[in-house]
């Protein structure tokens, strides 16, 4: 799989994607809104969230040189199963 694939993710409930776009913000990455893109730091991502199938789909766009796109998607990973938890 490319390392920049889209990571979907599902049964994510509205007030789950909610609590991780707050936890996104404190990384710097600003989810305003369904769908969208947003950059921090070198990293731009976009996401669509449709709370009708509760499906997330998050693709990493662009990284600095010096961290890889495997390393952001691990990140991003790591922060859905955690909110969702």
């Not at 979907?8 to 991780?20: D, G, H, K, Y």
């Not at 921090?40 to 709370?51: D, K, L, Q």
Request: charged content about 10%; some cysteine; overall charge neutral.
């Amino acid at each position: 799989m490319p390392s920049n694939a889209p990571l979907v993710f599902s049964n994510i409930a509205p007030e789950q994607f909610a609590r991780l776009a707050q936890r996104a913000a404190g990384a710097g990455i600003i989810m305003s809104g369904d769908a969208g893109t947003a950059s921090s730091f070198g990293v731009e991502v976009s996401w669509n969230y449709s709370a009708s199938t509760h499906q997330l789909t998050i693709q990493c766009l662009k990284t600095p040189s010096f961290i890889g796109p495997d390393r952001v998607n691990a990140q991003i990973q790591k922060l859905v199963q955690d909110t969702v938890a």
